[in-house]
């Protein structure tokens, strides 16, 4: 499974995963450029673009039964890789999951945020997405943080939605009951770009339910790709 993390996040995520899942799944957390081991490369902004160089990177990979996993951002991202590989004729995922992400083809609740000044920048940030306080109220990290985010947001305020067939490949759906950007009415609309099975739940928390229910979230994404394996 290709894990895809939030904005501003990179691969050190999902660093604890791989502890909760069997040896029957290998995981892969994707580290996009301009954040942790490669910060000093330049940034990514839009979502074709980084859809295109992650079905470049993932090629090798694709000769074994796969499936995505997104958080926020990561799941936007992973949306377009499905459709890029389908493009090129590749391997698709028998399983896309997604979380704490609206639908794409919904309207965004959030205005643009990429533009802002800091201080109102960091102001709708709170406001739209609770980020972790711990690190949020370190200057130092924050410092660290903020041009990866801002080129993130700027990948997410810039996207528009073009109409193409839906997966056929089933989608589970997480949300946070009190995500004020990706509230679960507008993530569960994420059934309209499946043909196959759709599942979805929804976690006590907002937006960064990924620390404050991750057993819980982990449990159904396990117990999914184990019922895959079984039927492989």
């Not at 501003?8 to 069997?22: I, R, Y």
């Not at 450029?33 to 990979?61: C, M, W």
């Not at 990561?74 to 389908?86: H, K, N, Q, S, T």
């Not at 196959?196 to 819980?216: P, W």
């Amino acid at each position: 499974m290709f894990c895809l993390p939030y904005a501003g996040g990179g691969a050190s995520v999902f660093n604890s995963w791989p502890n909760s899942f069997s040896d029957t799944i290998e995981l892969h957390a994707v580290q996009l450029p301009g954040r942790e081991s490669r910060y000093n490369e330049p940034k990514f902004t839009d979502v074709h673009q980084t859809a295109n160089a992650l079905a470049d990177s993932i090629k090798p990979y694709l000769d074994r039964p796969y499936a995505l996993f997104g958080y926020s951002m990561g799941a936007l991202v992973a949306f377009e890789l499905i459709r890029e590989l389908r493009r090129r004729g590749d391997p698709l995922p028998l399983q896309l999951f997604t979380a704490a992400m609206r639908a794409p083809q919904t309207p965004p609740i959030c205005p643009s945020l990429a533009h802002l000044p800091l201080d109102s920048f960091l102001e709708k940030m709170r406001h739209y997405y609770d980020p972790p306080q711990d690190a949020w109220n370190l200057s130092e990290l924050l410092e660290i943080i903020l041009p990866t985010l801002r080129a993130d947001m700027k990948m997410c305020d810039g996207y528009i939605h073009n109409l193409e067939p839906p997966f056929e490949c089933p989608i589970h759906a997480f949300a946070g009951q009190d995500d004020r950007s990706s509230p679960p009415a507008i993530v569960r609309e994420w059934r309209q770009q499946t043909t196959e099975d759709f599942d979805m739940d929804v976690f006590d928390g907002t937006h960064f339910f990924i620390n404050t229910a991750l057993d819980d979230l982990q449990r159904a994404v396990i117990s999914r790709l184990e019922k895959i394996v079984r039927h492989l």
